[in-house]
């Protein structure tokens, strides 16, 4: 019986010794291959890809993203509604992002609200240390000075 409880007690959290990983050895050998891309590298990839498009009788190359902007831009003035409705959406999305990306520099009103309550509360505190402070060396017995 006490051989038994010097051995491992296999259990919960607790697998047999023969099926617990080797010291030293991944128990992901093979993992993410490397080169393996993800979908917004792949995305990013693709978006940014020249494309050939004809504009007034000229052709030029532009990025496929920027082709797709103006397809959809020119089906808006055509008169599709879900061009246009999609169109409007990214303009709105690319002024929002615009308005937040200048504004990172100074404080919005509610960080100010929350800068000034700090400080209140700070300058309360500190009014509140140095008072307890006045009180303690008042109420102190003085010593005699020798003369």
């Known amino acids: 019986m006490d051989d038994d409880k010097s051995e491992y007690d296999v259990g ?3 697998p047999p010794k023969d099926r617990q990983f080797v010291k030293g050895q991944s128990g992901n ?3 993410r291959p490397k080169g393996s891309r993800n979908m ?3 995305l990013s990839e693709l978006s940014s890809k020249p494309v050939t498009l004809t504009e007034d009788g000229r052709t030029r190359k532009v990025p496929l993203k920027e082709a797709v902007l103006l397809q959809m831009a020119t089906g808006a003035v055509r008169g599709d509604r879900h061009c ?3 169109f409007l959406a990214m303009m709105a999305l690319s002024e929002a992002r615009e308005d937040t990306e200048g504004t990172t520099d100074r404080p919005n009103e509610l960080e100010e609200a929350l800068m000034e309550g700090v400080m209140q ?4 505190a500190h009014a509140q240390s140095k008072q307890l402070e006045e009180t303690t060396t008042e109420s102190a017995p003085k010593e005699p000075k020798d003369e």
């Open 121 to 124: 509360r700070a300058l309360r």
């Open 12 to 14: 919960f959290g607790k």
């Open 84 to 86: 246009r409705q999609q």
């Open 29 to 31: 050998p093979k993992g």
């Open 40 to 42: 917004q590298s792949i």
